[in-house]
Protein backbone atom coordinates (compact mmCIF):
# COMPACT_ATOMS: atom_id res chain seq x y z
CA UNK A 1 0.00 0.00 0.00
CA UNK A 2 1.37 3.59 -0.69
CA UNK A 3 1.59 5.61 2.63
CA UNK A 4 2.80 9.00 3.84
CA UNK A 5 3.68 9.29 7.39
CA UNK A 6 4.64 12.69 8.94
CA UNK A 7 4.88 11.69 12.47
CA UNK A 8 5.48 15.37 13.69
CA UNK A 9 2.10 16.56 14.56
CA UNK A 10 3.69 19.90 15.75
CA UNK A 11 6.51 21.36 16.52
CA UNK A 12 7.24 24.85 18.42
CA UNK A 13 10.67 26.73 17.73
CA UNK A 14 11.81 30.05 18.62
CA UNK A 15 12.55 32.63 15.75
CA UNK A 16 16.19 31.62 14.15
CA UNK A 17 16.29 28.39 15.29
CA UNK A 18 16.69 25.16 12.69
CA UNK A 19 13.83 23.12 12.19
CA UNK A 20 13.29 19.21 10.15
CA UNK A 21 9.92 18.45 9.42
CA UNK A 22 9.87 14.66 8.46
CA UNK A 23 8.12 12.85 5.77
CA UNK A 24 8.29 8.47 5.76
CA UNK A 25 6.53 7.38 2.38
CA UNK A 26 5.97 3.78 1.57
CA UNK A 27 5.11 2.57 -2.46
CA UNK A 28 6.46 -0.05 -4.12
CA UNK A 29 6.63 2.09 -7.42
CA UNK A 30 9.64 2.73 -8.81
CA UNK A 31 8.94 5.65 -10.09
CA UNK A 32 7.15 8.16 -8.23
CA UNK A 33 7.26 11.72 -6.92
CA UNK A 34 7.45 13.59 -4.11
CA UNK A 35 6.55 16.81 -3.08
CA UNK A 36 6.24 19.45 0.05
CA UNK A 37 3.62 22.20 0.50
CA UNK A 38 2.93 25.01 2.66
CA UNK A 39 -0.63 25.58 3.58
CA UNK A 40 -0.21 28.99 5.78
CA UNK A 41 -3.34 30.29 7.95
CA UNK A 42 -4.84 32.24 4.95
CA UNK A 43 -5.65 28.46 3.74
CA UNK A 44 -4.11 28.19 0.43
CA UNK A 45 -1.94 25.27 -0.39
CA UNK A 46 1.11 26.06 -1.51
CA UNK A 47 3.78 24.40 -3.93
CA UNK A 48 7.41 24.28 -2.61
CA UNK A 49 9.38 21.24 -4.20
CA UNK A 50 8.71 18.29 -6.43
CA UNK A 51 11.24 15.26 -6.72
CA UNK A 52 11.26 11.95 -8.93
CA UNK A 53 12.32 9.06 -7.42
CA UNK A 54 15.70 8.81 -9.52
CA UNK A 55 16.52 11.93 -8.52
CA UNK A 56 18.08 11.80 -4.98
CA UNK A 57 20.17 14.94 -5.40
CA UNK A 58 19.27 17.46 -2.23
CA UNK A 59 18.23 20.56 -2.79
CA UNK A 60 18.86 24.14 -1.41
CA UNK A 61 16.21 27.19 -2.30
CA UNK A 62 17.12 30.11 0.45
CA UNK A 63 16.42 29.22 4.03
CA UNK A 64 14.83 25.59 2.61
CA UNK A 65 16.55 22.21 2.10
CA UNK A 66 15.19 19.00 1.46
CA UNK A 67 17.05 15.69 1.73
CA UNK A 68 15.75 12.78 -0.16
CA UNK A 69 16.98 9.18 0.88
CA UNK A 70 15.43 5.79 -1.60
CA UNK A 71 17.43 3.77 1.18
CA UNK A 72 15.35 4.55 4.40
CA UNK A 73 12.21 6.11 1.75
CA UNK A 74 12.58 9.48 3.63
CA UNK A 75 12.28 13.30 2.31
CA UNK A 76 12.95 15.24 4.77
CA UNK A 77 12.44 19.07 4.82
CA UNK A 78 14.62 21.72 6.92
CA UNK A 79 14.11 25.17 7.62
CA UNK A 80 17.50 27.19 8.60
CA UNK A 81 16.92 30.23 10.44
CA UNK A 82 13.21 30.03 11.19
CA UNK A 83 11.13 33.33 10.74
CA UNK A 84 7.41 33.66 12.28
CA UNK A 85 6.18 34.16 8.32
CA UNK A 86 7.31 29.97 8.02
CA UNK A 87 4.68 28.99 10.45
CA UNK A 88 2.36 27.14 8.90
CA UNK A 89 1.25 23.41 8.00
CA UNK A 90 3.51 21.65 6.00
CA UNK A 91 2.45 18.63 3.90
CA UNK A 92 4.50 15.53 2.41
CA UNK A 93 2.61 14.26 -0.88
CA UNK A 94 3.25 11.19 -3.10
CA UNK A 95 2.26 10.76 -6.65
CA UNK A 96 1.87 6.80 -7.10
CA UNK A 97 1.81 6.08 -10.81
CA UNK A 98 1.35 2.25 -10.91
CA UNK A 99 -2.10 1.30 -12.63
CA UNK A 100 -4.40 4.06 -11.34
CA UNK A 101 -2.26 7.12 -10.07
CA UNK A 102 -3.09 7.99 -6.49
CA UNK A 103 -2.14 11.28 -5.12
CA UNK A 104 -1.38 10.78 -1.12
CA UNK A 105 -0.65 13.58 1.48
CA UNK A 106 0.69 13.04 4.94
CA UNK A 107 -1.73 14.28 7.61
CA UNK A 108 0.83 17.57 7.60
CA UNK A 109 2.97 19.05 10.28
CA UNK A 110 2.21 22.08 11.81
CA UNK A 111 4.96 24.79 12.87
CA UNK A 112 4.65 27.33 14.70
CA UNK A 113 8.08 30.03 15.02
CA UNK A 114 7.47 32.47 18.34
CA UNK A 115 8.94 35.45 18.16
CA UNK B 1 -2.21 33.77 -6.20
CA UNK B 2 -2.25 30.62 -7.95
CA UNK B 3 -4.52 31.16 -10.52
CA UNK B 4 -6.90 28.75 -9.66
CA UNK B 5 -10.43 30.01 -8.67
CA UNK B 6 -13.00 28.17 -6.74
CA UNK B 7 -16.70 29.47 -6.25
CA UNK B 8 -17.88 30.17 -3.87
CA UNK B 9 -16.08 30.41 -1.14
CA UNK B 10 -18.60 29.55 1.60
CA UNK B 11 -21.75 27.68 0.87
CA UNK B 12 -24.00 26.40 4.08
CA UNK B 13 -26.82 24.39 3.59
CA UNK B 14 -28.80 22.15 5.17
CA UNK B 15 -28.71 18.02 5.48
CA UNK B 16 -30.31 16.27 2.48
CA UNK B 17 -29.46 19.11 0.09
CA UNK B 18 -26.79 18.61 -3.03
CA UNK B 19 -24.70 22.01 -3.78
CA UNK B 20 -21.83 22.59 -6.86
CA UNK B 21 -18.72 24.30 -5.95
CA UNK B 22 -16.82 25.38 -9.53
CA UNK B 23 -13.49 25.54 -10.39
CA UNK B 24 -11.48 27.50 -12.86
CA UNK B 25 -7.98 26.08 -13.52
CA UNK B 26 -4.85 27.75 -13.84
CA UNK B 27 -4.16 29.76 -18.01
CA UNK B 28 -3.14 26.31 -20.19
CA UNK B 29 -3.44 23.13 -16.81
CA UNK B 30 -5.53 20.63 -18.26
CA UNK B 31 -5.28 18.63 -15.46
CA UNK B 32 -7.82 19.15 -12.24
CA UNK B 33 -7.73 17.59 -8.97
CA UNK B 34 -10.21 17.70 -6.27
CA UNK B 35 -9.46 17.60 -2.73
CA UNK B 36 -11.50 17.23 0.93
CA UNK B 37 -10.12 18.82 3.74
CA UNK B 38 -11.48 17.88 7.08
CA UNK B 39 -9.74 17.98 10.49
CA UNK B 40 -10.31 14.33 11.44
CA UNK B 41 -9.12 13.22 7.43
CA UNK B 42 -6.43 15.47 6.55
CA UNK B 43 -6.33 16.31 2.72
CA UNK B 44 -8.28 13.17 1.06
CA UNK B 45 -7.49 13.25 -2.80
CA UNK B 46 -11.17 13.11 -4.33
CA UNK B 47 -10.89 12.93 -8.23
CA UNK B 48 -8.50 14.24 -11.03
CA UNK B 49 -9.85 14.64 -14.54
CA UNK B 50 -7.34 15.36 -17.35
CA UNK B 51 -8.34 17.15 -20.68
CA UNK B 52 -12.30 16.35 -20.46
CA UNK B 53 -11.61 12.86 -19.04
CA UNK B 54 -11.88 11.25 -15.56
CA UNK B 55 -8.32 9.65 -14.89
CA UNK B 56 -8.21 9.12 -11.28
CA UNK B 57 -10.43 8.42 -8.50
CA UNK B 58 -9.59 8.58 -5.14
CA UNK B 59 -11.80 8.05 -2.18
CA UNK B 60 -14.58 10.02 -3.45
CA UNK B 61 -18.29 9.05 -2.08
CA UNK B 62 -20.78 7.87 -4.70
CA UNK B 63 -22.89 10.67 -3.48
CA UNK B 64 -20.50 12.82 -5.17
CA UNK B 65 -19.60 13.69 -8.44
CA UNK B 66 -17.45 15.97 -11.03
CA UNK B 67 -16.97 16.58 -14.50
CA UNK B 68 -14.01 19.30 -16.10
CA UNK B 69 -16.17 21.02 -19.16
CA UNK B 70 -14.66 21.67 -22.45
CA UNK B 71 -13.35 25.21 -21.13
CA UNK B 72 -11.44 22.64 -18.83
CA UNK B 73 -13.40 24.03 -15.83
CA UNK B 74 -14.85 21.78 -13.10
CA UNK B 75 -17.72 20.89 -11.06
CA UNK B 76 -17.93 19.27 -8.02
CA UNK B 77 -21.24 18.40 -7.47
CA UNK B 78 -22.40 17.08 -3.31
CA UNK B 79 -25.85 15.72 -3.14
CA UNK B 80 -27.63 14.06 0.03
CA UNK B 81 -25.20 16.21 2.13
CA UNK B 82 -24.66 15.18 5.57
CA UNK B 83 -23.12 16.66 8.64
CA UNK B 84 -20.13 14.77 8.01
CA UNK B 85 -19.42 16.41 4.47
CA UNK B 86 -18.96 19.49 6.10
CA UNK B 87 -15.05 20.17 4.80
CA UNK B 88 -12.64 22.55 2.88
CA UNK B 89 -12.80 21.48 -0.63
CA UNK B 90 -9.85 22.49 -2.88
CA UNK B 91 -9.60 22.25 -6.49
CA UNK B 92 -6.06 22.18 -7.71
CA UNK B 93 -4.97 22.37 -11.29
CA UNK B 94 -1.55 21.00 -12.67
CA UNK B 95 0.02 21.27 -16.37
CA UNK B 96 0.31 16.77 -15.97
CA UNK B 97 -0.14 14.23 -13.80
CA UNK B 98 2.80 13.70 -12.66
CA UNK B 99 3.64 17.65 -11.86
CA UNK B 100 3.44 20.01 -9.04
CA UNK B 101 -0.28 20.76 -8.17
CA UNK B 102 -1.08 24.76 -7.86
CA UNK B 103 -4.38 24.74 -5.42
CA UNK B 104 -7.12 27.38 -5.25
CA UNK B 105 -8.33 29.25 -2.28
CA UNK B 106 -11.08 26.68 -1.48
CA UNK B 107 -14.41 26.37 -0.67
CA UNK B 108 -15.99 26.05 2.92
CA UNK B 109 -18.64 23.71 3.47
CA UNK B 110 -21.18 24.07 5.97
CA UNK B 111 -23.72 21.27 6.81
CA UNK B 112 -25.94 21.93 9.21
Known amino acids: AQKVTQAQTEISVVEKEDVTLDCVYE???????LFWYKQPPSGELVFLIR??????QNEISGRYSWNFQKSTSSFNFTITASQVVDSAVYFCALIHTSGTYKYIFGTGTRLKVLA | DSGVTQTPKHLITATGQRVTLRCSPRSGDLSVYWYQQSLDQGLQFLIQ???????AKGNILERFSAQQFPDLHSELNLSSLELGDSALYFCASSDGPNYEQYFGPGTRLTVT
Open chain 1, 51 to 56: RNSFDE
Open chain 1, 27 to 33: TRDTTYY
Open chain 2, 49 to 55: YYNGEER
